[in-house]
């Protein structure tokens, strides 16, 4: 099936800071997600990005399909955005409407 | 908000038992979706079911099933529980049997 890659497995910052996450996959995507997974565990939506590039105010992500990576660009961190990234694909033409998920980028903000 | 929602938030249960989880998709929506996520699995896709018919089957245990109903609302039903079961779960929601997929808040369930 198709891997899903993301990196890096951590990230600490401080308050302020900006941060670029990354999400590598190993075939053509339909579908493409961003999600946050909060302290308490709900899974937001942030992107549905399967090409090009959106902004969400202090977020931002650009996928590019033909190189089979996607990015997520956070800007002026918060503590509230503590919690875990997860980029997550469906496989194009499977005729088969599933998202695979990657490990996750586990971030930390400090005040 | 996602608009879907699911009951009940948390479940705590022993093994051998048997559970059932809810589901209703965002209002509109076709598609429900349920996922497992363990500490030792991640996240990961447990079935399909589009306007009421199972669309697709991903790593399911025999002793789960599912189903939606013509409400579109859809039930995950585990039984003879095991301790590595215990993990949360979510449904999923969306308008046609592909694209955006809107998560709920999932439902903790905990077997002793």
């Known amino acids: 099936g198709i891997q899903v890659e993301q990196s890096p497995p951590d990230l600490i910052l401080q308050e302020g800071a900006n941060s670029t996450l990354r999400c590598n996959f190993s075939d053509s995507v339909n579908n493409l997600q961003w999600f946050h997974q909060n302290p308490w565990g709900q899974l937001i939506n942030l992107f549905y990005?399967?090409?090009g590039t959106k902004q969400n105010g202090r977020l931002s992500a650009t996928t590019v399909a033909t190189e089979r990576y996607s990015l997520l660009y956070i800007s002026s961190s918060q503590t509230t955005d503590s919690g875990v990234y997860f980029c997550?694909?469906?496989?194009?033409?499977?005729?088969?409407?599933?998202?695979?998920f990657g490990t996750g980028t586990r971030l930390l903000v400090s005040p | 908000d996602s608009g879907v929602t699911q009951t009940p938030k948390h479940l705590i249960t022993a093994t051998g038992q048997r559970v059932t989880l809810r589901c209703s998709p965002r209002?509109?929506?076709?598609?429900v979706y349920w996922y497992q996520q363990s500490l030792d699995q991640g996240l990961q896709f447990l079935i399909h079911y589009y306007n009421g018919e199972e669309r697709a089957k991903g790593n399911i245990l025999e002793r789960f099933s599912a189903q939606q109903f013509p409400d579109l609302h859809s039930e995950l039903n585990l039984s003879s529980l095991e301790l590595g079961d215990s993990a949360l779960y979510f449904c999923a929601s969306s308008v046609e049997g592909f694209g955006e997929q809107y998560f709920g808040p999932g439902t903790r369930l905990t077997v002793t």
């Open positions: 990005i399967p090409s």
């Open positions: 209002s509109g929506d076709l598609s």
């Open positions: 997550a694909v469906e496989r194009r033409n499977t005729g088969f409407q599933k998202l695979v």
